[in-house]
């Protein structure tokens, strides 16, 4: 069975510094997957989408990779704002049941 | 763009009511889903559907009902609410298939008293 975990749970960082959240997988039989960041009392927003024909994607500030033999993927922020401040989520895709597989996320904390 | 939009955004109910909650996207995605976030159970999936007339249950279906009648539309019906039951609930569409990216409308609050 499919497992997704977020470490750290929480990170709490000074404003300007980059960082790195890692999510890992057990099973590497995945379609894709896919980085979010949740506000408080909001949705989900995407933020990165990754085949798993891929090693990374970027958008601005972001950079997701992914190793899928290793079951790894890591979300890189750079030069953090205190507007990065939010639970990140990772979710993988996979074949077995059309299900995403949810990380439990990582509390982010960009102190001014 | 509209993208997925949810309604109502938030809901109090008794015991025993039922109520619908509406998820509608303008993306013309195939795949849509409800889910439900708790504190500590992180995203649950309720039920979800591959296209229209096309449903099927996810990890926690029980007390729920969904149809999909068409592409747009994928209401979410609890037939007799339960205080188990309050949740924030979120709709999320994405094209058919294996590799598209999942959009999500901005949740729905119910309260269950």
């Known amino acids: 069975k499919q497992e997704v975990t977020q470490i750290p749970a929480a990170l709490s960082v000074p404003e300007g510094e980059n960082l790195v959240l890692n999510c890992s997988f057990t099973d590497s039989a995945i379609y894709n997957l896919q980085w979010f960041r949740q506000d408080p009392g909001k949705g989900l927003t995407s933020l990165l989408l990754?085949?798993?024909s891929q090693r990374e994607q970027t958008s601005g500030r972001l950079n997701a990779s992914l190793d899928k033999s290793s079951g790894r993927s890591t979300l890189y922020i750079a030069a953090s704002q205190p507007g990065d401040s939010a639970t990140y989520l990772c979710?993988?895709?996979?074949?077995?049941?059309?299900?995403?597989?949810w990380g439990a996320g990582t509390k982010l904390i960009i102190k001014p | 763009n509209a993208g997925v939009t949810q309604t109502p955004k938030f809901q109090v109910l008794k015991t025993g009511q039922s109520m619908t909650l509406q998820c509608a996207q303008d993306?013309?995605?195939?795949?849509m889903s409800w889910y439900r976030q708790d504190p500590g159970m992180g995203l649950r999936l309720i039920h979800y559907s591959v296209g229209a007339g096309i449903t099927d249950q996810g990890e926690v279906p029980n007390g729920y009902n969904v149809s999909r009648s068409t592409t747009e539309d994928f209401p979410l019906r609890l037939l007799s609410a339960a205080p188990s039951q309050t949740s924030v609930y979120f709709c999320?569409?994405?094209?058919?298939?294996?590799?598209?990216?999942?959009?999500f409308g901005e949740g729905s609050r119910l309260t269950v008293l």
């Open positions: 990754i085949q798993s």
């Open positions: 993306m013309n995605h195939e795949y």
């Open positions: 999320a569409s994405k094209t058919g298939g294996r590799t598209g990216e999942l959009f």
């Open positions: 979710a993988v895709f996979e074949d077995s049941n059309y299900q995403l597989i």
